[in-house]
């Protein structure tokens, strides 16, 4: 599935993403910049939680509430490695239940269940963003 968008219509293809999507572990690629926060800002909102969301670039996870259950937004970026990811207690995020939305996840793939979904964005050169869910 690819799907080519503007700015002002992420809210819908958070939409169109969740009807795809397979399973509640979603996997983020694509360059700083490119707009992996903002899709996420409205998957969480498409999910029905009322929080805040912001990039966990430096407490590395952030946690929303649903009213039946939880999303974890990670931003990898600024770890260097599997063992930093373990010191935060990685593995048990993996092993819930509750939804994943993984920014930079190539930092820890070889402890990722399989069975994600892969969303990949880049810009096209009139700024529009293009996402592949693989």
């Given amino acids: 599935m690819k799907i080519s968008y503007g700015i002002n219509e992420v809210e819908q293809v958070a939409k169109n993403l969740l ?3 397979k399973t509640k572990t979603i996997l983020f690629y694509g360059h700083m910049g490119v707009g992996k926060t903002t899709l996420i800002k ?3 909102k498409v999910l029905g939680s009322n929080d805040d969301v912001s990039s966990p670039t430096f407490s590395i996870i952030n946690e929303y509430k649903l009213q039946e259950g939880k999303i974890f937004h990670f931003d990898l ?35 990722l269940h399989q069975d994600a979904d892969k969303i990949e964005i880049i810009l096209d050169d009139n700024n529009n963003r293009i996402i592949s869910l693989k």
């Fill in 19 to 21: 009807k795809n999507t």
């Fill in 42 to 44: 409205a998957l969480v």
């Fill in 77 to 111: 970026y600024r770890i260097n490695d599997i063992e930093e990811a373990y010191n935060f207690g990685i593995e048990d995020y993996l092993d819930s239940e509750h939804w994943k939305l993984i920014e930079w996840p190539e930092k820890i793939e070889a402890i």
